[in-house]
Nanobody, 124 residues
Framework: QVQLVESGGGLVQAGGSLRLSCAAS????????MGWFRQALGKDREFVAS????????YYADSVKGRFTISRDNAKNMVYLQMNSLKPEDTAVYYC?????????????????WGQGTQVTVSS
């Protein structure tokens, strides 16, 4: 497992942008599939995006496709989520997650490492 710490959340107006960062520690980071999930108040945690260990494959939830971009820097043990054209419905706690499975899909249960989360609030 890897240890994960998110940063970069905050309050932004609709249409604005934020960049979330996830710092990872642990020697297996570069072999992990990394993902971002979010959980709005009173709702289940949902998949946002994921990126394979080499960055060769990237997946997005339909709700963020074209607006969010996930990336990683294995040399720095970092994962990023660039969020553009933010909407009030993007308001949630965003979690960085890591999986040692070669294909964890979009299920949170398949990710064994989690950060503490960072709040993103989009005002209308």
């Amino acid at each position: 497992q890897v240890q994960l710490v998110e940063s970069g959340g905050g309050l932004v107006q609709a249409g604005g942008s934020l960049r979330l960062s996830c710092a990872a520690s642990g020697r297996t980071f570069s072999r992990n599939v990394m993902g971002w999930f979010r959980q709005a108040l009173g709702k289940d945690r949902e998949f946002v995006a994921s990126i394979t260990s080499s960055g060769g494959s990237i997946y997005y939830a339909d709700s963020v496709k074209g607006r969010f971009t996930i990336s990683r820097d294995n040399a720095k043990n970092m994962v990023y989520l660039q969020m553009n054209s933010l909407k009030p419905e993007d308001t949630a706690v965003y979690y960085c997650a890591g999986s040692s499975s070669w294909y964890p899909g979009r299920q949170a249960a398949n990710f064994g490492s989690w950060g503490q989360g960072t709040q993103v609030t989009v005002s209308s």
